[in-house]
């Protein structure tokens, strides 16, 4: 099958892109990134969280702090390696099956979502049939 | 999960040429994990469909978008959106995302690219199999894990029909085991071969009728 992931070296992350993507939903994604409180009442909601015993990188609030928060927190101007780094976050430590509850009301999917169309837009995204160092399959 | 195949090119082509913006939309769940519907296949179609129709002197120009999985709503705000600049969606989703995909859009004409094959297992990689007919009446649980209905090229649900060869196999191919020769190991090797001789009732084909599940949690909150 044909490899769609762009040859990094050579081909520049379009921030541009990505300043588009982020500022078109600004204000909800935004809203959402402030109101979250740390609580931590989320963790235990994700069966990932609990799978791996507890660990705290399962957190939904982790996951979304550490991909769109960041994504937000340096305005889109990011490399390669930090998009492969969320694709990792956004895609292997989160199946988005839904179930996070937030007492709050913070729609954690819609966040991971987000993060994901903004990391597709770059045509980064798993390649579940390839190994790779990376493969998490 | 749901498995599914791409259409032949031609049929794809013959449904969406009339139209001149067109939005090939990926979903990123089951299709996905299959191969045939995610943004790498997308972008695959999406080649073969400019290249196809610039030949013929089309004017149909695709563009993708890939969204988590076409049958859940909370993953549709940032296609409605872009859905909205034109003028036929092309899905790569399973039969219920294409379906989903229209009623959210109906306006919008919505065509499959994809024909949905079966419930599933993955065997190996880029290796599906069939395991379930999703019947709503699992009874697997005295035929030693092995389902009849989806493995028996007849689904019989009392025993093997007589085409069993001496090696176990199905007489409509010698590649396909006999569900119930299978089925009879299995039992055997458990020490729970009683169970096959156990009659079970006619089945009632509950799915051939439209489902629909709201988990007893929520029966309140929708209730009319």
Same mark, same amino acid.
């Given at each position: 099958?044909?490899?769609?992931?762009?040859?990094?070296?050579?081909?520049?992350?379009?921030?541009?892109?990505?300043?588009?993507?982020?500022?078109?939903?600004? &204000?909800?994604?935004k809203?959402?990134?402030?109101?979250?409180?740390?609580?931590s009442?989320?963790?235990?909601?994700?069966?990932?969280?609990?799978?791996?015993?507890?660990?705290?990188?399962?957190?939904?609030?982790?996951?979304?702090?550490?991909?769109?928060?960041?994504?937000?927190?340096?305005? &889109?101007?990011?490399?390669?390696?930090?998009?492969?780094?969320?694709?990792?976050?956004?895609?292997?430590?989160?199946?988005?099956?839904?179930?996070?509850?937030?007492?709050? &009301?913070?729609?954690?999917?819609?966040?991971?979502?987000?993060?994901?169309?903004?990391?597709?837009?770059?045509?980064?995204?798993?390649?579940?049939?390839?190994?790779?160092?990376?493969?998490?399959? | 999960?749901?498995?599914?195949?791409?259409?032949?090119?031609?049929?794809?082509k013959e449904?969406?040429?009339?139209?001149?913006k067109?939005?090939?939309?990926?979903?990123?769940?089951?299709?996905?994990?299959?191969?045939?519907?995610?943004?790498?296949?997308?972008?695959?179609?999406?080649?073969?469909?400019?290249?196809?129709?610039?030949?013929?002197?089309?004017?149909?120009?695709?563009?993708?978008f890939?969204?988590?999985?076409?049958?859940?709503?909370?993953?549709?705000?940032?296609?409605?959106?872009?859905?909205?600049?034109?003028?036929?969606?092309?899905?790569?989703a399973?039969?219920?995302?294409?379906?989903?995909?229209?009623?959210?859009?109906?306006?919008?004409?919505?065509?499959?690219?994809?024909?949905?094959?079966?419930?599933?297992?993955?065997?190996?990689?880029?290796?599906?199999?069939?395991?379930?007919?999703?019947?709503?009446?699992?009874?697997?649980?005295?035929?030693?894990?092995?389902?009849?209905?989806?493995?028996?090229?007849?689904?019989?649900?009392?025993?093997?029909?007589?085409?069993?060869?001496?090696?176990?196999k199905?007489?409509?191919?010698?590649?396909?085991p006999?569900?119930?020769?299978?089925?009879f190991?299995?039992?055997?090797?458990?020490?729970?071969?009683?169970?096959?001789?156990?009659?079970?009732?006619?089945?009632?084909?509950?799915?051939?009728?439209?489902?629909?599940?709201?988990?007893?949690?929520?029966?309140?909150?929708?209730?009319?």
């Amino acid at each position: 099958m044909n490899q769609t992931i762009p040859n990094q070296e050579t081909k520049k992350v379009d921030t541009k892109k990505i300043k588009s993507l982020l500022n078109r939903r600004k &204000g909800k994604m935004k809203r959402f990134l402030s109101y979250c409180a740390h609580c931590s009442l989320c963790a235990e909601s994700c069966f990932l969280y609990m799978k791996y015993k507890k660990d705290p990188k399962y957190m939904p609030s982790y996951k979304v702090i550490n991909s769109l928060g960041k994504l937000y927190k340096k305005r &889109g101007n990011v490399d390669w390696k930090f998009l492969n780094e969320i694709k990792g976050i956004v895609w292997k430590n989160c199946v988005l099956c839904g179930r996070c509850y937030c007492p709050i &009301g913070i729609h954690v999917p819609s966040m991971i979502a987000f993060a994901r169309t903004i990391v597709r837009s770059q045509e980064v995204y798993p390649q579940l049939d390839e190994a790779s160092p990376e493969s998490w399959l | 999960m749901i498995v599914a195949e791409r259409k032949p090119l031609d049929e794809i082509k013959e449904m969406v040429k009339s139209y001149k913006k067109l939005l090939t939309v990926g979903c990123g769940g089951c299709t996905s994990i299959c191969y045939t519907g995610g943004q790498r296949e997308v972008g695959l179609l999406n080649e073969d469909l400019k290249n196809s129709l610039e030949k013929e002197g089309m004017a149909t120009q695709p563009d993708s978008f890939t969204i988590e999985r076409q049958c859940n709503a909370d993953f549709y705000p940032e296609l409605d959106e872009i859905a909205r600049n034109y003028d036929a969606l092309l899905s790569m989703a399973c039969g219920a995302g294409v379906q989903f995909l229209a009623d959210r859009y109906p306006e919008k004409p919505v065509f499959p690219a994809l024909n949905t094959i079966f419930v599933g297992i993955d065997k190996d990689v880029g290796w599906f199999e069939e395991n379930c007919r999703t019947c709503r009446e699992c009874f697997i649980g005295e035929t030693g894990g092995i389902c009849p209905v989806t493995r028996c090229a007849k689904s019989l649900f009392n025993g093997p029909c007589g085409g069993t060869s001496r090696e176990g196999k199905c007489e409509v191919s010698k590649d396909t085991p006999c569900a119930w020769y299978e089925i009879f190991k299995r039992l055997k090797d458990q020490g729970r071969l009683e169970n096959i001789l156990k009659v079970k009732p006619a089945r009632e084909w509950k799915n051939q009728t439209r489902g629909t599940m709201i988990h007893e949690a929520y029966q309140k909150r929708y209730a009319k």
